[in-house]
């Protein structure tokens, strides 16, 4: 059985249960799988009737592909409070094929406060630039269908693929943000936004091998803020208008963003075919581009490779 330690957390709430990685068998050397001590630190802060914090210590904890599954959980205010670093594994074949490194899905209230995930990505880069039969790699951290979630301060480094992934969300603030990948690092996404409302990004530094900000179907209401990009292929909306069926993006506000060293800068992509999604009042304001390549591009016949992409007339593409 987990244990737990309570403090007065907020009169409102009652006492706060934490819950500490290292008490349930964690280890902050590297090497040692923590898989398990993590899931039972989440179970518990699951099961508390109160707000509950799980404390990761100082150190590097070695973390195997895990998911949060929030649909039972019994308090709707669940922090994790890093002061350390996780780490996947070195083999980028263990968690390459799954899709998410750190997955948390159907939760509500989440707080993810500080720390570095290190994706150790760098092997899988790698293997994928040599043009070698490789895993599509995992995401770093992923909030699926989720709600009031708070990701504060938090670095994610040499993530295997995209480093912070919210999809299908409402009411999720990222601020003090630091995403850090190589500038030949394929498919590193920085922050990529889908299916999801009311979504803030402020505050923050991303360098990737690929988009800054990728914005997805299905996004409205999103909102960001004082964010420098470089390296990376800066901004982009889309791509948009793969399916004939298609939620649009709306309500974007991007302001005071600095693009260097980048690609692109802010961007709107779609496939040639036919869609009924659509763009719609999108503000971009008070950007500022050092050495940008291409500083806006509104395409609406995106083909990221040299065959295999459609050639049909992209009609349905509203901007306002």
Known sequence: ????????????????????????????????????????????????????????????????????AGESCKTTAITIRIDGTLVAPSDFNVIGNSGNWIKFERVTGVS??????????????????????????????????????????LSSINSQKFHILVDGCQNAKLVGMKVSAAGNSPNTDGIHVEKSLGVTLMNSK??????????????????????????????SIGSLGWDLQEPGVQNVTVKTVTFTGTQNGVRVKTWARPSNGFVKYVLFQDVVMVNVENPIIIDQNYCPTTHKCPDQVSYSLLLG
């Open 112 to 153: 993810v406060i500080g720390g570095i995930l290190d994706g150790q990505g760098t092997n899988l880069w790698a293997c994928k630039n040599s043009g070698k039969n490789c895993p599509n790699g995992a995401t770093t951290l992923a909030f699926y269908n989720s709600k009031n979630i708070v990701i504060n301060g």
């Open 206 to 235: 991303i360098g990737t091998g690929d988009d800054c900000v990728s914005i997805g179907p299905g996004t409205s209401n999103l909102w960001i803020e004082n964010v420098s990009c470089g390296p990376g292929h800066g901004m």
């Open 1 to 68: 059985m987990a244990r737990a330690t309570y403090d007065v957390f907020d009169p409102q709430f009652g006492v706060n249960a934490n819950y500490d990685v290292q008490s349930l068998g964690a280890k902050p050397d590297g090497k040692t799988d923590c898989t398990k001590a993590f899931l039972s630190a989440w179970a518990s802060a699951c099961a508390s009737t109160q707000p509950a914090t799980i404390y990761v210590p100082p150190g590097r904890y070695l973390l195997g592909a895990a998911t949060f």
